[in-house]
């Protein structure tokens, strides 16, 4: 089964630009997560996509969002980049349970950096 | 206070050696625990996951789990020095749908 896939894997932004990353999980994967790293905060929970439905949500500004498709391919958008925003974002996809989640597979990253 | 902790080490081990990472949570209901491995400028690997109390095993690798003493533990046998990484313990908490709560990491160091 091919893994976790990302796209871009780098980025280069200035400040105030808007900036959408892709994620396409394993197949047959319904859930969908994201996670910002940073050497400072570590990794940190953006938000959950599960059957095109936002499931759970991190403590990050509205300027940060997501969606999912019907494939189960999930987007993430920062818009109003800040130079704090330069991180690598972890998309990770999983089966799922009710209340839970079941192993998470990460993908590469995308590797944002904001001049 | 943070919800999960790991000492950030670096923690050196001697090639062979047994090296024991270590991380506590916080005192919420708790449903799944993880363990991954990342290496510098990698995305995190899932090296095991464990959902009730006692040890699991799997190779080199064993995972334990204490729920009343909120800890969870990875030993990792014969160390070496390809086992040189940040290891970070994830924890899903009940009710949180798929979100993770990592601890910062820790970094080991496994010397031939």
């Known amino acids: 089964k091919a893994g976790v896939t990302q796209t871009p894997r780098y980025l280069i932004k200035t400040r105030g630009q808007q900036v959408t990353l892709s994620c396409s999980p394993i197949s047959g994967h319904r859930s969908v997560s994201w996670y910002q790293q940073t050497p400072g905060q570590g990794l940190q929970f953006l938000f959950e996509?599960?059957?095109?439905?936002?499931?759970n949500k991190g403590n990050f500004p509205g300027r940060f969002s997501g969606r999912q498709f019907s494939n189960s391919r999930s987007e993430m958008n920062v818009s109003t980049l800040e130079l704090g925003d330069s991180a690598l974002y972890l998309c990770?996809?999983?089966?799922?349970?009710?209340?839970?989640?079941?192993?998470?597979?990460f993908g590469p990253g995308t590797r944002l950096t904001v001049l | 206070q943070k919800e999960v902790e790991q000492n950030s080490g670096p923690l050196s081990v001697p090639e062979g050696a047994i090296a024991s990472l270590n991380c506590t949570y916080s005192d919420r209901v708790s449903q799944s625990f993880f363990w991954y491995r990342q290496y510098s400028g990698k995305s995190p690997e899932l090296i095991m996951s464990i959902y009730s109390n006692g040890d699991k095993e799997d190779g080199r690798f064993t995972a334990q789990l204490n729920k009343a003493s909120q800890y969870v533990s990875l030993l990792i046998r014969d160390s070496q020095p390809s086992d040189s990484a940040t290891y970070l313990c994830?924890?899903?908490?009940?009710?949180?749908?798929?979100?993770?709560?990592f601890g910062q990491g820790t970094e080991l160091s496994v010397k031939p």
């Open positions: 994830a924890v899903n908490f009940s009710g949180q749908g798929g979100k993770l709560i």
């Open positions: 990770a996809s999983s089966l799922v349970f009710q209340g839970g989640t079941d192993t998470q597979y």
């Open positions: 996509y599960f059957s095109e439905t936002q499931r």
